[in-house]
């Protein structure tokens, strides 16, 4: 199978750049399946799992929380708004934090923005599948 470069950029930095087999990423429209040759794309992504396959055939996932994806016929450009590989993934750490903030979302008449609160939440839900998918 064909090999494309992918380059998967957060705005703190270049978290990939090289020759991969497949890139699958959550469009805001459903998940996205690129292999080499693709058609040109422009599209917007949320939150969910980028999963690149190596040309080994091994698979790297990643936790993002939205930004968009280019596709061209050279080259898949991800620009995440955040991108963290599952290996990296504290599980512990997000466990405790998603119990912190469905505490939070319970107490009534809090001061606080319950909007943003549940979009954090669903980054912290979606960074803990992300975890246990690759253990």
Do not use: C
């Not at 968009?68 to 466990?95: C, G, P, T």
Request: proline share 4%.
């Amino acid at each position: 199978m064909a090999n494309f470069h992918l380059e998967l950029v957060t705005p703190e930095r270049l978290v990939l750049s090289e020759d991969v087999q497949a890139v699958r990423a959550p469009g805001i429209d459903g998940s996205l399946g690129i292999l080499a040759g693709h058609a040109p794309l422009l599209t917007q992504l949320t939150i969910g799992l980028i999963k690149i396959t190596q040309p080994n055939g091994k698979e790297e996932l990643f936790a993002t929380t939205g930004g968009f994806m280019q596709v061209s016929r050279e080259k898949v450009i991800i620009l995440a708004d955040s991108a963290e590989n599952a290996n990296e993934i504290d599980l512990e750490r997000e466990r405790a934090e998603a119990t912190r903030m469905r505490q939070a979302l319970e107490v009534p008449g809090s001061n606080i923005d319950a909007e943003k609160l549940r979009q954090d939440l669903d980054a912290v839900m979606n960074r803990i599948q992300v975890a246990q998918l690759h253990q």
